[in-house]
C-alpha cells in the first residue's frame, strides 16, 4: 500500500517544511493551505455555523473556524482527492521519521475506514460540545474522533464526497469522519497507544518539557519544539 500524505494548514509555514522532511521519504507529500473566503459547495468541515445569538457562550467560545473564512484546508482536501488511502496530518502534530516508520509498518496491511485518535459514540461521550453540529446522523449512528493526524480509506472518501453531493456541504470532521466509517480503529486502543499520550486538542494537556523520540505530540504551537520533536 501506497503512502500519501495530506498536510493541513493555514498557510505554509516552519512546521509544513518540517514535516514535509519527516514524511517525504515514506511516499507523496502535498501541502493544503487555506484559502481566502469561502468555496462554494466547500464548507462545514471546520466546524463552522454563523454564531447565532442564541448559541451558548460556552459553544462560540473554541468553534473551529477558518481565520480567514468558511472554506478550511479540511474542506478544500475532498475537492480533488483520489481515493486512494490517505494519511492526513495538521501542520501542529510533530513527530519524526523513527516514529512515523513505526506507524506506518503497523498499519501497511490495514484496511479500516479510519484510523484516528479518541474515537466515541455518542453513547460512550454524551458531554462533547460539539454534536449540536450534527445535521445528518441519528444518535445512534453518531461519533466523534479527534482527527489531527488519521487515516482514511478510499471507502471513506468516497462517502464523504457523496455527503457533499447530497447536502452541498460538509459536516464538522470530528463528527463526519468516524460517523459514515464503518471500520475504525483508535492508536488509542493499540500496542502504539503509549505514543499517543502527549495527543490532545488541548495545548495545556501535553507535556513539552522533555520530548521522547518514539511520540506523537499535537498541538505543538511553538515552531522552535516543532522542529525539535521532528528531528530528534
Known amino acids: 500500500m501506497e503512502n500519501i500524505f495530506k498536510i493541513l494548514t493555514r498557510e505554509e509555514s516552519v ?6 522532511k519527516v514524511l517525504s521519504p515514506f511516499g507523496e507529500v502535498e501541502v493544503i493551505p487555506d484559502v481566502e473566503g469561502d468555496l462554494e459547495g466547500y464548507t462545514g468541515m471546520g466546524g463552522f455555523l ?4 442564541n448559541l451558548p457562550t460556552k459553544s462560540r467560545q473554541g468553534l473551529a473556524t477558518s481565520w480567514k473564512g468558511n472554506t478550511t484546508a479540511w474542506d478544500l482536501l475532498f475537492k480533488d482527492l483520489s481515493e486512494k488511502y490517505t494519511w492526513v496530518i495538521e501542520d501542529d502534530v510533530a513527530l519524526n521519521q523513527k516514529t512515523t516508520k513505526s506507524i506506518l509498518d503497523l498499519f501497511k496491511s490495514d484496511k479500516s475506514d479510519l484510523i484516528s485518535n479518541g474515537i466515541s459514540s455518542k453513547g460512550g461521550d454524551p458531554h462533547w460540545p460539539w ?3 450534527n445535521y445528518r446522523f441519528k444518535d445512534p449512528e453518531l461519533w466523534n474522533s479527534l ?3 488519521c487515516r482514511i480509506s478510499p471507502t471513506l472518501i468516497k ?3 457523496q455527503h457533499r453531493d447530497e447536502y452541498g456541504k460538509f459536516l464538522f470532521h470530528e463528527i463526519l469522519l468516524s460517523s459514515l ?6 492508536f488509542r486502543e493499540t500496542q502504539l497507544k503509549n505514543y499517543f499520550n502527549n495527543f490532545h486538542w488541548e495545548e495545556s494537556e501535553i507535556d513539552l518539557r522533555s520530548v521522547s523520540k518514539s511520540a506523537v505530540y499535537h498541538p505543538v504551537k511553538s515552531d522552535d519544539k516543532h522542529i525539535e520533536i521532528c528531528r530528534l
Open 131 to 133: 454534536w449540536y453540529l
Open 159 to 161: 462517502k464523504i464526497k
Open 15 to 20: 512546521k509544513t517544511d518540517n514535516l514535509i
Open 147 to 149: 482527527n489531527c493526524f
Open 181 to 186: 466509517a464503518e471500520t475504525r480503529i483508535d
Open 50 to 53: 454563523p454564531l447565532e445569538k
